[in-house]
T-cell receptor
Framework: NAGVTQTPKFQVLKTGQSMTLQCAQD?????MSWYRQDPGMGLRLIHY???????DQGEVPNGYNVSRSTTEDFPLRLLSAAPSQTSVYFC??????????????FGAGSRLTVL | GNSVTQMEGPVTLSEEAFLTINCTYT??????LFWYVQYPGEGLQLLLK?????DKGSNKGFEATYRKETTSFHLEKGSVQVSDSAVYFC??????????????FGSGTQLTVLP
């Protein structure tokens, strides 16, 4: 059971470039989300989805786009990278209802540097 | 809004020492509380949780009790091991704020255990 798989693990971009961070889960979780982790700030929610075709903004959505065309995949797109987007990005998923609804399974992270 | 405040780190202990990491929270409703752990180079994983006042979560020798009167969820372990070296995050989910699956995280506490 692979859990939550994120690619790439590391990426360096120049200011203004675009890229997509990939996230896939094989647990049939309805809920998927993206967080960024910055020193001294914990994790902050960027975007989330409660099911295929449904997405919503989190705490820090500016500069990022998401889509959810299948239950398994939830890519995060950086439209025009800025140095302020240098961070470690985590994808996480969970069931939508029941006791497991608020227990997130995290991917291993993607470290992005914007020069 | 909701917030989680964690004890400042880093924390360095000798093996077999007693560990306490303080966590206090602010929430509008009746949140569930969590401790997540992040080992070097990995994503976060759930350590323990508590869903209502006076509940005690426990796992791998770690314990935390949900104290509504002091709005706290302090993490404790009686005898730490080198393998416990990691970053520990306190978090809450508050259904009254929109979604039970959206977690608010503290800033994290780095723990290093020396042999």
């Amino acid at each position: 059971n692979a859990g939550v798989t994120q690619t790439p693990k590391f990426q360096v971009l120049k200011t203004g470039q675009s890229m997509t961070l990939q996230c896939a889960q094989d647990m049939n979780h309805e809920y998927m989300s993206w967080y960024r982790q910055d020193p001294g700030m914990g994790l902050r929610l960027i975007h989330y989805s409660v099911g295929a075709g449904i997405t919503d903004q989190g705490e820090v959505p500016n500069g990022y786009n998401v889509s959810r065309s299948t239950t398994e995949d939830f890519p995060l797109r950086l439209l025009s990278a800025a140095p302020s987007q240098t961070s470690v990005y985590f994808c996480a998923s969970s069931y939508a209802q029941g006791a497991g609804a608020n227990v997130l399974t995290f991917g291993a992270g993607s470290r992005l540097t914007v020069l | 809004g909701n917030s989680v405040t964690q004890m400042e780190g880093p924390v360095t202990l000798s093996e077999e020492a007693f560990l306490t990491i303080n966590c206090t929270y602010t929430a509008t409703g009746y949140p569930s509380l969590f401790w997540y752990v992040q080992y070097p180079g990995e994503g976060l994983q759930l350590l323990l949780k508590a869903t209502k006042a006076d509940d005690k979560g426990s796992n791998k020798g770690f314990e935390a009790t949900y104290r509504k009167e002091t709005t706290s969820f302090h993490l404790e372990k009686g005898s730490v091991q080198v393998s416990d070296s990691a970053v520990y995050f306190c978090a809450l989910s508050d259904p009254s704020s929109g979604s039970a699956r959206q977690l608010t995280f503290g800033s994290g506490t780095q723990l290093t255990v020396l042999p």
